[in-house]
């Protein structure tokens, strides 16, 4: 597919002023052209690089599992299975996707299941037969359809299967610009509305201890302290729907530590965080 000229105009324009070492004004041209258009995939990527440098989501993705290695984990949206490529090798993995990409676990070191089916789907139908409602999960990553609804859903429902001392890492729960944080996609880079997530967790579920990661391209929760006996969220799952389905994106945007309780991009400093909870 031919990008867009402002696409590529933003790319020469960045590159230009990155090899000057000038990424005040790297940033700057970035933003002028998205200003013009909102549909430039390469000037939103090279974006939250500059915004989120660092490890990027896939980086810490491997650091986790090296580092919990979790005897059973779960995934949600395995797409191609570029992210299941990082488990270790004595890890069950349970992966779930409705319209996977070729063989997603070609490449998992790991000894695993692929459901192709919905979320939804799976739980209602087919977790018994994966063996989650027996072992339990040690680490999930739910990475699938990212409508705030949908990965409300999907936490509430890995939650009540989550072996002590699990984690869940939520991914495109730091939007990047209001174009590409609604509810309905109408661009190429796109994260979807998946960061309602955070505050809704944060208000309703006190008991949990999360932080997300300021990683490119558009941040990563790190959730611990679940309760599967929890029913908070499911009794008020309509209501939670209605409440933050007009949640606007722009202050989540423009002032991310005051919504998402900002980490930091550094395995040293996630290492603490996480001994300190145990």
Same mark, same amino acid.
């Given at each position: 597919? /031919?990008?867009?000229?402002?696409?590529?105009? $933003?790319?020469? !324009?960045?590159?230009? =002023?990155?090899?000057?070492?000038?990424?005040?004004?790297? &940033?700057?041209?970035?933003?002028?052209?998205?200003?013009?258009? $909102?549909?430039?995939?390469?000037?939103?990527? $090279?974006?939250?690089?500059?915004?989120?440098?660092?490890?990027?989501?896939?980086?810490?993705?491997?650091?986790? !599992?090296?580092?919990?290695?979790?005897?059973?984990?779960?995934?949600?949206?395995? &797409?191609?299975?570029?992210?299941?490529?990082?488990?270790? %090798?004595? /890890?069950?993995?349970?992966?779930?996707?409705?319209?996977?990409?070729?063989? %997603?676990?070609?490449?998992?070191?790991?000894?695993?299941?692929?459901?192709?089916?919905?979320?939804?789907?799976?739980?209602?139908?087919?977790?018994?037969?994966?063996?989650?409602?027996?072992?339990?999960?040690?680490?999930?990553?739910?990475?699938?359809?990212?409508?705030?609804?949908?990965?409300?859903?999907?936490?509430?429902?890995?939650?009540?299967?989550?072996?002590?001392?699990?984690?869940?890492?939520?991914?495109?729960?730091? %939007?990047?610009?209001?174009?590409?944080?609604?509810?309905?996609? !109408?661009?190429?880079?796109?994260?979807?509305?998946?960061?309602?997530?955070?505050?809704?967790?944060?208000?309703?579920?006190?008991?949990?201890?999360?932080? /997300?990661?300021?990683?490119?391209?558009?941040?990563?929760?790190?959730?611990?302290?679940?309760?599967?006996?929890?029913?908070?969220?499911?009794?008020?799952?309509?209501?939670?729907?209605?409440?933050?389905?007009?949640? %606007?994106?722009?202050?989540?945007?423009?002032?991310?530590?005051?919504?998402?309780?900002?980490? &930091?991009?550094?395995?040293?400093?996630?290492?603490? =965080?996480?001994? !300190?909870?145990?």
């Amino acid at each position: 597919m /031919t990008p867009h000229p402002l696409d590529t105009a $933003a790319m020469r !324009h960045y590159r230009r =002023w990155m090899a000057k070492g000038n990424r005040v004004q790297a &940033e700057t041209s970035l933003r002028r052209m998205l200003a013009r258009e $909102a549909n430039l995939p390469a000037a939103h990527s $090279a974006l939250a690089r500059l915004r989120w440098p660092g490890p990027d989501y896939r980086a810490w993705l491997a650091w986790l !599992h090296r580092q919990l290695a979790p005897r059973v984990y779960v995934e949600i949206g395995v &797409e191609s299975g570029a992210s299941l490529a990082l488990v270790q %090798p004595d /890890t069950q993995v349970i992966a779930i996707d409705p319209e996977p990409v070729g063989n %997603p676990l070609h490449a998992c070191p790991g000894v695993g299941q692929l459901f192709a089916q919905t979320s939804a789907a799976f739980f209602a139908q087919s977790c018994a037969t994966s063996g989650l409602s027996h072992t339990g999960f040690n680490l999930a990553f739910i990475d699938g359809d990212h409508r705030f609804e949908s990965v409300l859903d999907d936490f509430i429902a890995l939650e009540r299967h989550a072996a002590p001392g699990a984690v869940v890492l939520l991914h495109d729960t730091l %939007p990047l610009t209001e174009s590409t944080s609604g509810g309905e996609r !109408h661009t190429g880079f796109y994260s979807g509305d998946a960061w309602k997530v955070v505050p809704c967790l944060r208000a309703l579920r006190p008991d949990l201890r999360l932080t /997300t990661l300021p990683t490119a391209p558009t941040g990563l929760t790190v959730i611990t302290g679940l309760d599967p006996s929890s029913r908070v969220l499911d009794t008020r799952r309509a209501l939670i729907h209605q409440v933050y389905a007009r949640l %606007p994106s722009a202050h989540a945007v423009a002032h991310p530590h005051t919504l998402f309780n900002l980490g &930091e991009n550094d395995p040293a400093w996630l290492a603490r =965080w996480l001994a !300190h909870g145990q």
